[in-house]
Every structure is written in structure tokens, then in C-alpha cells.
């Protein structure tokens, strides 16, 4: 038997787990330097087309101007609570703590832009629209004395990279002079996706899933909570619930509702 195996190559060892992971780190390491050139070249070579009409476009926008025009506008605030509890959300003034200001309507334009901010692995995307977030805010929610955001679970943001919530919350204090507190409303729980349940389901999903990391830095503070997209109301509704519960003054925002 020895003399029929004998010159045969081997298979390969397995490489351990951890010596994988090692690899992984270092390839990535070492290609992150020729990622910005790379992705410069590739904008020289094959400029950016919208995906909303295919016309030329700007990369750091995605979109055209024309189709930046044509996003539906809001215009109008809308209550995280009533959007849950499936009643008309707009103009309602039983619950001014849960309101919350919207850039957009959620159409298809809109949501290549959010599909591209969020699971495209562009960022960068966050810095242009998040101002459209400041400027849908009226008057009197445009000086909070801090904005949060709504958070990634941990095992969802080492997959994504980044937080884009996190990303926009930051512009937006910038540009309303605020301070912006990352990290202060922390996810604890990662919640299932709220598509398909029914009001009660989507607030028992969502259920003790926030908590504050330090309570005492919003109590008596107007606090600004931003995210993404608006579409139940269940997750914005818990996390204002979990701010106004420490002693904070909220109103949320966010880049678009998705009726």
C-alpha cells in the first residue's frame, strides 16, 4: 500500500479558524490602500450612471440632479405612535414626543439610494443626505442639545462596517451645531426584520432590545434621535420611549418614510 501512495501529493491541512481569520485581517489590511485609487480609476473609466434614469451621474451623490429634483417631499411631520398603532400618522397632537420629520417619501429612487447608503458599502453617501435631514426640520426641533441614533446590533455592524444611522446622526449635528453622542443608545438584542408583523408583534419585537449606556447625559436635554428610514414605527417608537424614560425631550428624524 505504501508503495501506491508513495509520490502522491497530499491533500492539504486544514488551516485553523483562527489562522483563517489572521489571513483575512492581513489581505484586507494590505488591499485597503489601493482601494481609494482603485475606486478613483474605475470613476475615470466607467462613470457613474444614476440608477434612477441612467443618465450621467455624480458618484458622491449616486444619483442626478434630475432625479434628485424629483424625490417626493414629505413636508409635513409624522407620529412614530399612530404610524404603529396603524392610524393615520400625520398631523397628530396627542403625542408630540414621538414625533418624527422625514426628508422623502420612499419611492424607488429613494430606495436605491438607502439600498446603496446601507448594504452598498457606501458611506459616504451619508454626508450629502443627511443635511436634507437637517432641512426638513422646522424651527423649533432644529437646536436639540444632543442627537443620537438609532443603533446596528454589534454583530450586524462588523458585518456592514460601519452604522449608516450613525453616519447620518453625525452630519446632522454638524449641521445644526449639536453634539452628537454615538454609542449612547445601544441595541442589546438583534431583532428580527418587522416586515410582515402586526402592531402588536412589531412592538413586542423590538421590546427592551434599546438601552442607554449613560442615562443621566439626556435627562432635561431636547434630544434629537435619526435613522434611516421610517416604516412601522415600532423601532423609532421604542427608542424614544427608552429616551423619554430617562428624562429626555425627543423628536426623531429620518431620510424617508416608507408607507
Known amino acids: 500500500m505504501a508503495a501506491l501512495t508513495r ?21 484586507r489590511a494590505l488591499a485597503a490602500p489601493l482601494a481609494a485609487p482603485l475606486a478613483d480609476l474605475l470613476d475615470f473609466l466607467l462613470p457613474q450612471r444614476c440608477p434612477g434614469c441612467g443618465a450621467p451621474a455624480d458618484p458622491a451623490l449616486l ?7 424629483r424625490l417626493p417631499v414629505l413636508g409635513t411631520p409624522l407620529c412614530a405612535r399612530c404610524l404603529l398603532e396603524e392610524r393615520p400618522p400625520e398631523a397628530c397632537g396627542r403625542h408630540p414626543g414621538e414625533r ?28 450629502p443626505y443627511a443635511r436634507a435631514i437637517a432641512a426638513a426640520l422646522p424651527p423649533a426641533a432644529r437646536r436639540p442639545g444632543l442627537v443620537v441614533s ?11 462596517g460601519y452604522d449608516q444611522a450613525a453616519r447620518l446622526a ?44 449613560r442615562p443621566a447625559w439626556v435627562r432635561g436635554r431636547r434630544v434629537l434621535l435619526v435613522d434611516d428610514v ?5 423601532t423609532l417608537a421604542e427608542c424614544l420611549a427608552v429616551l423619554r424614560a430617562a428624562g429626555a425631550r425627543t423628536r426623531g428624524a429620518a431620510l424617508a418614510w416608507s408607507p
Open 63 to 69: 444619483l442626478c440632479a434630475g432625479c434628485l429634483a
Open 100 to 127: 418624527v420629520y422625514a426628508a422623502w417619501v420612499y419611492d424607488e429612487r429613494v430606495a436605491r439610494l438607502v439600498h446603496a447608503l446601507k448594504f452598498g458599502a457606501r458611506p459616504g453617501l451619508a454626508g
Open 150 to 160: 438609532v443603533p446596528l446590533h454589534a454583530a450586524r455592524r462588523r458585518e456592514r
Open 170 to 213: 453625525a452630519v446632522v449635528a454638524d449641521e445644526l451645531g449639536a453634539p452628537f453622542a454615538p454609542g449612547l443608545l445601544r441595541r442589546v438584542r438583534d431583532t428580527p426584520p418587522q416586515s410582515g408583523l402586526g402592531a402588536a408583534a412589531r412592538r413586542e419585537n423590538v421590546r427592551g432590545a434599546f438601552v442607554l449606556s
Open 230 to 234: 421610517l416604516t412601522t414605527g415600532a
Open 7 to 27: 509520490g502522491r501529493p497530499r491533500p492539504p491541512r486544514a488551516v485553523p479558524a483562527a489562522a483563517a481569520r489572521a489571513l483575512a485581517a492581513a489581505s
